[in-house]
C-alpha cells in the first residue's frame, strides 16, 4: 500500500507536468483552493454526518465503497472534522458512471487526517457501479481512550474544543443519552476515572437530561455549584453495544442465522470462507451471548459480507461491502463462556451476572458443573478442573454456588444457591479444559483411527473434503480423535459436502474455516490405528492370586499370559517383551490371540510383561502396546504335590456327593451304587497314588513301592 500523500503529489505533479502549469500559477491557485485530500461531509442533516468526499486535483470526488467501510477509517474522518464518535457508516448514493473517485482508505484509526492513511490498490480511479460513503458523526461528545467504540472517558465540545466532564456532574440519565448519541445501546458502568482523567479543561456546566433525548445537545444545562473537579473524577462511562445485530430462526437470541440493521431494514449477513469463524465470535461477543459453540454457512445471498479480525467488539468494527456470500448461522453459549484458553474448549469459567460476566469461585464448582459447561459450550467431557488454570480476571466473582446434577443441557438449568462465603482468595477463579466435541469421525477404514472424515453437521453425517489443504485438515482430524499424529491423507472421490481449510494447529475441525462446494472427499489414517491389546494371566492349578502389587504366582506353578485384540485386522502377530531380561516371544495372531506357555513358575519369571500388537495394513505398518503386567513369584505355603492332591479329592468327593443325592435308587441299585462307589474311591485312590509317583524322584517311588 502507498501512502496517500506521496502518491498524490506523484500524480499532481505529473498531471501538472502535462498541462505546463507554471509555480507562479500553482501558488495563485492553491491560496483559493482546500488543501488536498482535505475531507468533508456534504448532503448530511449536521456537519458532522454526510456523504464523504476528498478534495484531489482541484475538485471534490467521493470514496469508491469497497474494502473502505470500517469505523477505523470513520473515526479518521470524524476526527479530522472535529467531530464525535464514529456513529454509523453506510452505503450512499450510486457514483455516476465515469465519474472518477478515491479508491478505498486503509487506517489504523490513529492518524489525524485522511491524508495521512494508505489507499489500498493504485490510486484514483473510476467508480462504475460502486456507491459513495455515508457517515455519521457524534456532534458534541466523543469517548476516548477505551476499548472500543462504546467506552471511554466522556468527553463535551466546548468552544471548539473538548472538555472532559466531572464524575458530580453527569448521571444515569445523562449516560443514558451519551450511550444513544454515539450509536451504542444502554450505559453498562459509570464510574469516575475509569478511563483516565484527560489533560485538557473540565466541563463548566451539569447536564439535566431526562434520559429519552436523542442527542446530548437537546438536554438542559445548568451552572455548576462547584467549579473545581478533583483529579480521578472525569468520568468514565461503558455502553453496551448497539441493537443492530440479531440471530433469527434458532430458537434463542443466541442462536440462528446472522442479520444486520442498516438502513431501515434488516439485512442477511454473510462471510467468505476465512473469515466465517472471526464474524461469530464477534457476533457473540456483541450479543452478550457467551463463547461460540458452531459456525455454519448457508446458501450464497445477496447482503452484508463481513470481515473481521475476530477481536472487535461489534460488527460495525469490521470491514463491509455489498456482494453475494454464503449465509451464515452462529450458535452461542447464552450464560457462560470459556476465556482466556488455547481454543474453544478451554479457558477460565466466567457467568453472566446482570449484563456483565463474573469469574466463578473454584469452592462453588465441581465436577457435575463441569460436564453441564462442557455440555453448554458445544464441547466434550471435562478433562481438567482446577482454579487460577487461566488466570484470574479483571471483573466481578459470581455470588452464587451452582448445584447441578451433571445431566443438564444448560447452566441455566442448574438450580444455584447462596455462597456460604462471600470471598474468594486469589489464584481460585476456576478454569476448565474440556475434551473436544464429538462431532467428527472416520468411517469405513475398520478402526475409529481409520477411513473417510465426516463431520455432524444439522443433525446428519456430512462427507469432508479437502484440495491443497489435505496434510492439514488431517492433523486436526488425528487431534480432535485422539489418534495420534497423521500417516496418510489421500484424495476420494468428488463429491458435495464440507470444504474445510485448516492451518494445522487447530484442536478440532469447528475451529477451521469452512464451505459447501464439490471436492475430493478425504480418507484420514492416524497412527493409533490399532486398538491397545489386552494382557491377562491365567493358571489352571489355581496358583495365581491377586496380590498389593498386582498378580503374584506361587513358585514352582505352570501358567499362560495371553495376548488379545479387538476383530480389527486379520492377521498380525504379538510380540511379549519381559523386562526382567532381553527374552522376547514371538506368536502369530490366531483368532486375534495368542497363548504364552511358562512351566514351573520360579524367580526368573518375576518382572514386568507387554503385549505388542504388530500388523501390516494399508501399506504401513502399525503396533500397539498392552498396559503393563507386573508379575511376583512367591513361595507356595504347602507343597506343589499335596495341593494337588486335595484338589483331585475336593473334585471326587464333589461328584459322589452330587451323584448320592440326585438319584432315588431301589435297594438292588442302592447296593451296586454302593459297589460303584467303592469303586470310585478305589480309583481316586490309585490316582492319587499316581500322582505322589510322579512327583517323587525315582528313588521315593521304589521306597513307596517297597511299603506297599
Known sequence: MIPAVVLMTLLWSTDLQAQSVSPPDLQAQSVSLPAELSVRLVDGTTSCSGTVEVFYRGEWSGVCSGWWSIMREVKVVCRELDCGNPVAESRGPLIEDGRRGITPYSCSGDESSIGQCDIIGEGPGVCDGRYHHHVTCSESVRLVDGAGLCSGRVEVKSNQSWASVCEADFDRQDAEVV???????????????????????TWDKEFQCKGKESLLLDCDTSDRENNTCLPGNAVGLTCSEPDDVRLVGGGSRCAGGVEWYDQGEWRTVGAGLWDQENVAAVVCRQMGCGSTVSVLPGDTTRGIGVYCSGSESSLRECRRSYDLHPGLTVICSESVRLVDGAGLCSGRVEVKSNQSWASVCEADFDR?????????????????????????????????????KGNESLLLDCDTSDRENNTCLPGNAVGLTCSEPDDVRLVGGGSRCAGGVEWYDQGEWRIVGADWEQEDVAAVVCRQLGCGSTVSALPGNTIRGFRVICSGSESSLRECRRSYDLLPELTVICSDLLVQPDIFLTDPMGGVFRGHQGPEMFRGYNFTITCSTQPQYPGGSFLLTFTGSNRTQTQPAVNHSAAFLFPAADDSHQGNYICVYDNYVFSHNFSSESELLSLTITASPLPAFIIRHVVVLLILLTAITTSYLYYKPTRRQKRVNRVSSMDLYVNAMEMVSLSSRAEAGPGEERAAQGTE
Open 368 to 404: 457435575q458443573d463441569a460436564e453441564v459447561v462442557c455440555r453448554d459450550v458445544g464441547c466434550g467431557a471435562p478433562a481438567a478442573l482446577q482454579g487460577g488454570l487461566y488466570g484470574e480476571g479483571e471483573g466481578q466473582t459470581w455470588d452464587k454456588e451452582f448445584q447441578c
Open 179 to 201: 450511550c444513544r448519541d454515539v450509536g451504542c445501546g444502554a450505559p453498562a458502568a459509570l464510574q469516575g476515572g475509569l478511563y483516565g482523567g484527560g489533560e485538557g479543561q
